[in-house]
């Protein structure tokens, strides 16, 4: 079967971890303890693996336990465990994802901050535990308590965290987004929780300039009646005037009443909300998914001890924003021990070596950021193995698209040769991962490593069974923790069950065309409901990536289907090097690397140049956007992107129509 070719099976893989590292990895001390505990002989990664999902109920409990989660597991772990949904782990357990976070976090340094080169902070475990403290008793003079909702639109600096800990310590329900959402998109989002109290700062800084925020934060308040405080947290100017904001008050007078003391919790059930994210809405309001304190917890204490091999002391980055799911990935790293490294602004301000200045100087273990961020820094020229010591980074995680085999390559060569490339990938609906990395695995080219730990993923050919060595759907066949507990406003859970179960009964459907390698690993070449469809043979937009995206006159590129003439044409838009232009020797050029690294099926019938790619404000491509954009469809909720004028160039193309 053309599988695209996606796939390099080059004759030794690009990284293999050494004996020392094997034996020093914390999944490899994992699986002794496990070995110990049940009279097992699981002898690898692998065994393992069988192991976590065969015996899901013993993995958990024993990760659990392992980890040290603070709190009551209870006497039972699954209930209901042959339905999706349905499932229920832990359901007498008792806990608070806030006091976990903070038994974790290191004494020394616990949260290191840099807005651009602007600003530098540092707060010690003790003054994060202050701060939380004093916001606690803020919020619960307030008003908040269980169930109730906090939001903020905020950067992702180290108050924000500190408010995310204290509402979740009262049982309070969190719910962000970042500082250069629209007026619209902030109010679709939390318009729909109804929040209770609004952090917002006074500005922010991107690409060296100062953002006043106040002014979108008062178009906010006006629908967002529900909100009795709207906090205004000092960034760029200390003596800001909040009176501008509706019930708006400032941070030191929200906190000023209050001395810091011991903070107390709130130990909920193990579904108990925790946090409420979003789909992106590129098709209409974004989808309110609600994600329980328990399994947030558990999924990322497995995916950063054993998957990314993070422990006490080490020094956690990772690129994002607060409208990601992987800020809230990465807030969680404080309860393995680790230094949270945060970074609000530009990547590439003032230059494109700023994040890795950071990881130099403040000895970064690990090294969090996008596929898109690597193929920019490799477009640029850019080599920071040559300018920078990296000594202290041991791994580099990758997600928000599919990273390509030659971005492997370049992180290799141009960044850090030993170093442990996770490319990993789940979503915002599981605010946690599917397939990501392993340190004791080798990693081969345009591969991700492996499955997670109790996570039995598979790919599904459209007839519902397991395939390897072709593409199929990405499915999850056993119940996990962090599932979601549902969809805001959606009694019956019918809007949840429509988005995951109906395509297969009882099982999880993520929406990813994904394939399995005869390594082991996995490609995943985008969103299904994104494959092309000509002539009936289905084709991942990624497999097209790969190829154009490699042409030096080629910037990035987005690929659609188009329906013509009874059938689906492929439509590819190049955004090029400036300078150039689509001429016919190019065409020829892009079409004939595709017809000879993928088939004649993925030649695209029309190539048109655009100067600019919608994408969504976490930094993917919209691919649905840009083809409801070609077939004159409305857009339903604009909001979500973050440029969202860049459709304008997809609308009415003359190239399109003959």
Known sequence: MDRGRITVTDASPLWQPSPERIEQAAVTRFRAAVNARFGLSLADYDALWDWSVAKAEDFWRFLWDWAGVVGDPGAVVLADGHRMPGAQWFPQARLNYAENLLAGAPNGEAVVFWGEDKVKRRWSGAELRAEVSRLQQALRAAGVGPGDRVAAYMPNMPETLAAMLATVSLGGVWSSCSPDFGVQGVVDRFGQIEPKVLFVPDAYYYAGKAHDVRGKAAEVMKDLPTVTHAVVVPYVNADADVSVVPRGVAYRDFLAPHAAGDVTYERMPFNHPLAILYSSGTTGKPKCIVHGAGGTLLQHIKEHRLHC?????????????????MWNWLMTGLASGTTLCLYDGSPFH??????FDYADAEKVTLFGTSAKFIQTLEKSGLTPARTHDLSSVRTLTSTGSPLMPENFDFVYDGIK???HLASISGGTD???CFVLGSPVLPVWKGEIQTRGLGMAVEAFSDDGHPVRGEKGELVCVKPFPSMPVGFWNDPDGARYKAAYFERFANVWHHGDFIEQTEHGGWVIYGRSDAVLNPGGVRIGTAEIYRQVEQLPEILEAVCIGQDWDGDVRVVLF??????????????DTIRRRIRDNCSPRHVPARIVPVTDIPRTRSGKITELAVRDAVHDRAIKNTEALSNPEALDQFRGRTELQG
């Open 309 to 325: 091999d993070l422990n006490s002391g080490d020094r956690f980055f990772y690129f994002t924003t607060c409208g990601w799911m």
């Open 430 to 432: 599981i605010v946690s």
């Open 574 to 587: 190049v955004v090029l090097r400036p300078g150039l232009t689509l001429d016919k020797a190019l065409e």
């Open 350 to 355: 003032p230059d494109g070596t700023i994040l």
């Open 417 to 419: 040769r030993d170093i």
